[in-house]
């Protein structure tokens, strides 16, 4: 059997939530951010994934959203083992672009607001939404934000549903 993944659920173990547009360069100490698109970027992932034998693949689903499916990823162990194994790979990559102008923070934001909005008006309980100076403070103070998918507490077939009803963008970087 195989099982697809959103691109956005393995993100979601990972510090993908941290995005935005690239600047052109990090601050002095900091690696450079990885100089590819998102979809370079998925697609390096999932190179690193067959490299560790999973057999992983791009492909995209009905609604037009991109997913990586892995075959045999079937139980909800396994799932958390191919999760543990995309964290991996993206730690092992250059750090995606983080948003650091107002202009950037506003975008990333607006586009957290909607998926959030999508998800709520589709029947899921998440958290309360943070206003977007709490959201700038905690990005600019380094702490990690999940992304609206990685606060919902459902099983695994229940969030590929909410992954159809509200496809993430694949072109953004969070």
């Not at 941290?18 to 698109?37: Q, T, V």
Request: some cysteine; hydrophobic content about 35%.
């Amino acid at each position: 059997m195989s099982r697809s993944i959103s691109t956005g659920l393995w993100a979601l173990t990972s510090v993908l939530l941290l995005a935005g547009c690239a600047s052109p360069e990090p601050p002095a100490g900091e690696p450079k951010p990885f100089a590819g698109s998102p979809a370079d970027y998925t697609q390096a992932v999932v190179d690193c994934l067959n490299d560790d034998g999973w057999g992983a693949e791009i492909i995209t689903t009905e609604s037009g959203d991109t997913s990586v499916t892995a075959p045999g990823v079937a139980t909800l162990e396994q799932q958390q083992e191919f999760l543990a194994a995309s964290s991996a790979c993206t730690a092992a990559l250059p750090p995606i672009p983080e948003a650091r102008s107002d202009e950037e923070l506003q975008e990333q934001y607006d586009h957290w607001i909607a998926q959030h909005a999508c998800l709520t008006d589709a029947g899921y309980e998440l958290p309360a939404q943070p206003s977007y100076q709490a959201y700038r403070d905690q990005l600019q103070s380094g702490e990690w934000i999940s992304e609206p998918f990685g606060l919902l507490t459902i099983d695994p077939e229940e969030l590929e549903a909410a992954y159809e009803r509200c496809p993430p963008d694949p072109e953004a970087w969070w």
